[in-house]
């Protein structure tokens, strides 16, 4: 059939899927997947999903779901398997299907599974096929989908209301937790999330299990919902009555594939957490192909001009602020808005620099720092040449008036990623790399919704003649994913370039999630502004509430400043995320530019010993961190378990000695427990001891923090 051979042809030249073909019925390898006439089981040995075929006109759907050791099902009869909106009626797998063929499928990452066609044989579904991959990976109860939609009528359709995985759980929302925003938080009904719920565990309290919620949709096009029956889960994208909406309209013949999603299934667990610290981390760093593992040199201590200069900065500030950075151990200096004449055509500000950047680039790598700089992704001013030239490249409302996506300001104006613009930023940037050697960009401002706005008219992009989308529910989606498409691409030519994604590009307000991870580097997560103690606080609760779920390495979190006379106890909490300070470090005097400089020397040979910045575990027994309390985190590689660093840190808390105890070691290995810097032994135990009885911490000030190594004893 045609339309089969379409989805064949969209699915073997994609750089995610290849596949190797597979005899029907019967079928035995050792690719986790296996099936008979009537039944497709995926089996890793750590997590089994069982899949009834549809035959010449059936159902297709999950019917067993389980852990291995565990043959209790997770699952009760009735799960639509994946369910979409075609032309305003309704699709799902327990629609009637012609089943086509089954495929082996694999991923360059370790996943291994296999890819079903399927083709509509009823009216609501008649015009269209579907293939299904399902991918596991090794040793991980971790089962990955996704979908291809094909168009095989004659006619445009329309599809919304996607759910990748949408599954009916044998237990209802009674006695269950939703744990949503990035797994953190106890939510109690029916729930449906947002862009902050790339991530959600569903809990059985009875039973104690449950499942881990992945929803790797970019930014705002997510939705992850739970219990809106009382028993359903799904994920996938935002329905056409969001804020921000997802519709792709397909033409005929034309394919579109859809974001992953992934569940991590776990039992025997009272604590929902620790299928985040275990195996949603393990699968996320291992599997899932995030940028950051990419990167050969991780920075480790990074400065930035914004605050308190803003936009003034210029050739000689420059130079005196790196000076005194470098004294300060920093290796990656960026400098800020407010270098270029205008935003949209970029060129130098010849008054402030008038020998351009390259002379300043060169005093910063003379000192030892690589270079960055920051751009505005979208935006520029009407008095740009880009903007007069290529007025047809802007965002439109539903009037046909040019508008501005991240805020009220009239000078400048949002340009849209589905068109030419692509290309002129393209080149920019990637112009400013090669000229400058530049190391790191830092891309902002909005491109699609803005973190600052809240009347949803002013989002997206209703532009009717734009290539790539034909309306505004349209262009969200499209608009997110030639983003990460120009990551990719900057990636291509410079690998070691480290792009910083900020949570305005995102959408909202401290946002991250795996599409961001998958394609930048980090992500410039906030901009704290208050002082030490209280914002090295929100720092550390901010690191907390997203990782271990995300990597916390991705984590760019501003504006903690070096002048700050708590500047140690920021960048100690800071060295829980990718450290990044602001302020001015011509304030600090020698002896403290050396104690920051020795941190940063600490934490680059711990980096290079244990490559610490991939990991992050929650240390046993404590929360989020709180006014009043104690609170840390662990930075141990569970992939080698030789060591790695903690931080542990005292928040007015009355009292002045805590026991911290640590997991994700080898419980049978001796480890050595040192302060930084100095090294002094402090204990010497095994993994075990470090678990159930923990290490003595005793701070003396009301607020202060420490960090540790823990070394495994050879």
């Given at each position: 059939m045609t339309s089969i051979k379409s989805i064949l042809l969209f699915i073997v030249f994609s750089p995610m899927?290849?596949?190797?073909?597979?005899?029907?019925?019967?079928?035995?390898?050792?690719?986790?997947?296996?099936?008979?006439?009537?039944?497709?089981?995926?089996?890793?040995?750590?997590?089994?999903?069982?899949?009834?075929?549809?035959?010449?006109?059936?159902?297709?759907?999950?019917?067993?779901?389980?852990?291995?050791?565990?043959?209790?099902?997770?699952?009760?009869?009735?799960?639509?398997?994946?369910?979409?909106?075609?032309?305003?009626?309704?699709?799902?797998?327990?629609?009637?299907?012609?089943?086509?063929?089954?495929?082996?499928?694999?991923?360059?990452?370790?996943?291994?599974?296999?890819?079903?066609?399927?083709?509509?044989?009823?009216?609501?579904?008649?015009?269209?096929?579907?293939?299904?991959?399902?991918?596991?990976?090794?040793?991980?109860?971790?089962?990955?989908?996704?979908?291809?939609?094909?168009?095989?009528?004659?006619?445009?359709?329309?599809?919304?209301?996607?759910?990748?995985?949408?599954?009916?759980?044998?237990?209802?929302?009674?006695?269950?937790?939703?744990?949503?925003?990035?797994?953190?938080?106890?939510?109690?009904?029916?729930?449906?999330?947002?862009?902050?719920?790339?991530?959600?565990?569903?809990?059985?309290?009875?039973?104690?299990?449950?499942?881990?919620?992945?929803?790797?949709?970019?930014?705002?096009?997510?939705?992850?919902?739970?219990?809106?029956?009382?028993?359903?889960?799904?994920?996938?994208?935002?329905?056409?009555?969001?804020?921000?909406?997802?519709?792709?309209?397909?033409?005929?013949?034309?394919?579109?594939?859809?974001?992953?999603?992934?569940?991590?299934?776990?039992?025997?667990?009272?604590?929902?957490?620790?299928?985040?610290n275990g195996p949603v981390n393990d699968f996320v760093r291992r599997h899932m192909g995030i940028q950051l593992a990419a990167q050969k040199v991780k920075p480790v201590f990074v400065y930035n001009t914004w605050n308190p200069f803003r936009k003034n900065v210029n050739d000689k500030l420059v130079r005196e602020l790196a000076e005194a950075a470098a004294a300060c151990g920093v290796e990656e200096f960026i400098i800020d808005d407010g270098w270029q004449i205008n935003r949209g055509d970029w060129e130098i500000d010849r008054q402030k620099f008038p020998d351009g950047l390259k002379p300043v680039f060169d005093h910063i790598r003379s000192l030892g720092m690589k270079p960055g700089l920051w751009l505005s992704l979208t935006g520029a001013e009407i008095n740009s040449k880009v903007y007069a030239d290529h007025p047809e490249w802007f965002v439109r409302d539903d009037d046909g008036n040019i508008i501005n996506l991240h805020g009220a300001g009239s000078r400048e104006k949002t340009a849209c990623f589905a068109t030419g613009w692509y290309?002129?930023?393209?080149?920019?940037?990637?112009?400013?790399?090669?000229?400058?050697?530049?190391?790191?960009?830092?891309?902002?401002?909005?491109?699609?919704?803005?973190?600052?706005?809240?009347?949803?008219?002013?989002?997206?992009?209703?532009?009717?003649?734009?290539?790539?989308?034909?309306?505004?529910?349209?262009?969200?989606?499209?608009?997110?994913?030639?983003?990460?498409?120009?990551?990719?691409?900057?990636?291509?030519?410079?690998?070691?370039?480290?792009?910083?994604?900020?949570?305005?590009?995102?959408?909202?307000?401290?946002?991250?999630?795996?599409?961001?991870?998958?394609?930048?580097?980090?992500?410039?997560?906030?901009?704290?502004?208050?002082?030490?103690?209280?914002?090295?606080?929100?720092?550390?609760?901010?690191?907390?509430w997203r990782s271990p779920g995300v990597p916390a390495g991705t984590l760019v979190i501003g504006n903690l400043t070096l002048d700050d006379p708590g500047r140690l106890i920021a960048f100690k909490s800071l060295a829980g995320t990718l450290p990044i300070m602001l302020g001015d470090p011509r304030e600090v005097q020698e002896e403290e530019r050396k104690q920051l400089r020795d941190i940063a020397d600490w934490l680059r040979e711990m980096q290079e010993s244990y490559g610490y910045m991939l990991f992050r575990q929650d240390i046993v027994g404590w929360g989020e961190p709180v006014e009043g309390g104690w609170d840390g985190w662990a930075r141990l590689n569970t992939d080698t378990f030789k060591g790695g660093i903690i931080g542990v840190f005292r928040q007015g808390s009355s009292e002045a000695r805590r026991l911290v105890r640590i997991s994700g070691i080898d419980q049978d290995a001796l480890y050595s427990v040192r302060t930084a810097l100095e090294g002094s032994e402090l204990v010497r135990m095994r993994g075990i001891d470090l678990a159930e009885t923990g290490i003595p911490v005793r701070l003396e000030n009301e607020y202060d923090g420490v960090l540790l190594e823990i070394r495994r004893v050879e």
């Open positions: 899927f290849f596949f190797m073909a597979q005899p029907l019925p019967g079928a035995e390898n050792d690719h986790y997947a296996s099936w008979e006439e009537n039944l497709l089981v995926l089996d890793n040995g750590v997590v089994k999903r069982e899949i009834v075929l549809p035959g010449t006109g059936g159902q297709f759907a999950t019917r067993m779901l389980v852990t291995d050791g565990d043959e209790i099902n997770m699952l009760q009869d009735g799960s639509l398997e994946f369910y979409f909106e075609l032309d305003g009626g309704f699709v799902s797998g327990l629609d009637r299907w012609f089943l086509n063929d089954i495929q082996l499928a694999d991923d360059s990452l370790g996943g291994h599974g296999a890819t079903v066609l399927l083709t509509g044989i009823d009216k609501n579904n008649g015009e269209i096929s579907v293939a299904v991959t399902y991918l596991l990976y090794p040793a991980l109860p971790v089962v990955r989908k996704q979908l291809i939609i094909v168009n095989n009528g004659d006619r445009d359709i329309k599809v919304e209301s996607v759910d990748v995985e949408h599954l009916r759980l044998d237990w209802s929302d009674t006695h269950s937790w939703v744990m949503a925003n990035y797994g953190r938080q106890k939510r109690l009904g029916p729930f449906t999330g947002g862009n902050h719920d790339a991530l959600v565990i569903v809990h059985d309290i009875r039973d104690r299990r449950g499942l881990a919620l992945g929803n790797e949709a970019p930014a705002v096009t997510k939705r992850t919902a739970a219990f809106l029956d009382g028993h359903s889960i799904s994920v996938g994208l935002a329905r056409p009555d969001a804020a921000c909406p997802f519709r792709k309209w397909l033409n005929p013949g034309e394919s579109w594939k859809s974001p992953r999603s992934f569940i991590a299934v776990y039992t025997n667990s009272t604590d929902p957490w620790n299928v985040l290309g002129h930023i393209r080149d920019i940037i990637l112009g400013l790399v090669r000229e400058h050697g530049l190391a790191y960009v830092k891309l902002d401002i909005t491109i699609a919704a803005s973190s600052y706005l809240y009347d949803k008219s002013i989002s997206g992009c209703c532009a009717t003649d734009h290539p790539l989308h034909h309306d505004r529910p349209e262009s969200f989606l499209v608009i997110y994913r030639r983003c990460m498409e120009l990551f990719d691409e900057l990636h291509r030519e410079a690998p070691q370039l480290f792009i910083d994604c900020t949570f305005e590009t995102w959408g909202k307000l401290q946002t991250v999630d795996y599409a961001l991870v998958q394609h930048a580097d980090g992500d410039w997560l906030a901009n704290v502004e208050e002082p030490v103690p209280y914002g090295s606080l929100r720092v550390r609760n901010l690191a907390w």
